[in-house]
């Protein structure tokens, strides 16, 4: 077995697995017979800030969001990979260029949609 | 262990110790306070902080911006009663052992502030204080003079017998309860746990 080329491995590993919870098992141990735990509700409460937290956490956002959603794609994210696109257009087979224009055509999709939704009106 | 034998040993170059100096040590050579300051002393509090007085010398440089990690809690200034029941709050809210310094005339009186209908008469009333420092408001000098004081009270700490401290005695009180807004003032006006004193004939507004 020592004669393994991962047997210095292993010990590595038991020993780094040693360093890190040997100070836990310690501070457990500590914690056991010394420090006994007091909770109470206001200890235990989510919020830190001092005040008392209202409602649920768990709130629902309107789905009308989805349309920030989409321009969000279409004006930002989209730049993000147009970039890359136009920098190595010269270089592209037609297999890659044409994948890029579905691509783009599936953004601009999003763009019609949002204009017939009247989006892009201020009202 | 006789402190004449373990100086000699000492010069031997043979350290002794014991579990309740390593661990007061410990305690008190990384004391987290919390970030969070009331009024004017919190300027004072965050100069001290700064490079001219440096706090850190001591071990108290990281300001916890969360009571769950912090150790002690420096009451920095006039504590209103609007504001009493949040400073209570996150007091319960640190982990033990927690510590509290009350800095300056605000914090341990109500200071100049004393006759104020919204101000509260002193912290004390509701945690129990370490150490408190006079002053409108103290200088830096003062709060490093605090924070040492505090660190030999947190050095004089037994682990075991009657006179160990609050979080080490799974018997002793752990909740310091909320005041909440009365029609006059705080209700409770204190905690008669810390705050043992009786006022007579003052009315609600004390």
Known sequence: MASSPYFSLAILFVAALGFGLAPLGLAWLWARFFAPPKPNPIKNAIYECGLESKGDAWVQFRSAYYLYAIIFLIFDVEAVFLLPF?????????????????????????????????????? | MDQNLKIELGKQGVFVTTIQELYNWGRR???????????????????????????????AEVFRPSPRQADLMIVSGTVTKKMAPQVVRLYNQMAEPRYVIAMGACAISGGPFKQGYNVLKGIDRYIPVDVHIPGCPPRPEALLQAFITLQKKIDGQHL??????RFLDAGAQGEFPVPEQGEHDLEPTSNQGVWPVQIQGLGTRD
């Open chain 1, 86 to 123: 136009a920098v190595a257009f010269s270089g592209l087979s037609a297999a890659a260029c044409g994948a890029m224009l579905v691509f783009v055509l599936l953004l601009v999709e999003g763009l019609a949609w949002a204009w017939a939704k009247g989006v892009l009106t201020w009202s």
């Open chain 2, 29 to 59: 050579s990384s004391v987290w306070p919390m970030q969070f300051g009331l009024a004017c002393c919190a300027i004072e509090m965050i100069a001290t902080t700064m490079a001219r007085y440096d706090m850190a010398r001591f071990g």
């Open chain 2, 160 to 165: 075991t017998g009657e006179d160990r401290p």
